[in-house]
């Protein structure tokens, strides 16, 4: 299950609602408003905010616990379609995400969990504590990071060191854009 409740952290439900709700406020417009670059806008409005069914979706809506998981595998999903990804990394493990990835056409999948993401054009993480820095110099790479929320200082640190890439900030996940001819960008979405 990707978004599991963890009894564990409800001493940090307060904090965690507040900070959800400036990430809110705080954010870019989801529907593309106002976001200059026209790869992210071409992104917003035909991948994120993408209406039409897909043939999967309902095999998805299966897999998905809940709305909000719901949501985040049809995203992925239909990034995986829409930018044509072949050669798939899964790094950590997510029962979810595998059986997602088994109803996408025409990839290659490793979930050997390697390190070194060279060689692939999208990599799932659902620990972003297990990629090492140096692995994100790849040019032409979707990273899709699961839980940045609570692995904050690490994605912090992933945006720091990074050069040509863009960075989608959702809150409870992120995703990297590495090419050669992008400028760093960093864009906070709602979902």
């Not at 705080?26 to 209406?51: A, L, R, Y």
């Amino acid at each position: 299950m990707i978004f599991k409740n963890n009894n564990s952290i409800m001493h940090n439900r307060p904090k965690k609602i507040l900070a959800r709700l400036r990430h809110r406020i705080t954010s870019n417009s989801s529907k593309g408003f106002g976001i200059h670059s026209p790869f992210v806008f071409d992104f917003i409005t035909n991948v994120v905010n993408e209406k039409n069914p897909y043939y999967s979706y309902k095999a998805i809506e299966n897999i998905a616990h809940s709305d909000k998981e719901e949501k985040y595998l049809k995203l992925i999903y239909r990034i995986i379609n829409y930018y044509k990804r072949k050669n798939v990394l899964f790094i950590s493990r997510d029962k979810d995400i595998e059986r997602l990835l088994g109803l996408c056409e025409n990839i290659n999948v490793d979930m050997t969990g390697r390190d070194n993401i060279d060689g692939y054009d999208f990599v799932y993480i659902a620990d972003i504590g297990t990629l090492p820095d140096e692995s994100i110099q790849s040019s032409d790479v979707i990273i899709c990071i699961n839980n940045i929320y609570n692995n904050s200082k690490q994605w912090n640190r992933l945006k720091r060191i990074g050069r040509s890439k863009i960075f989608i900030d959702f809150f409870d996940f992120g995703i990297i854009f590495a090419k050669n001819n992008f400028q760093t960008q960093i864009y906070k979405l709602t979902f």
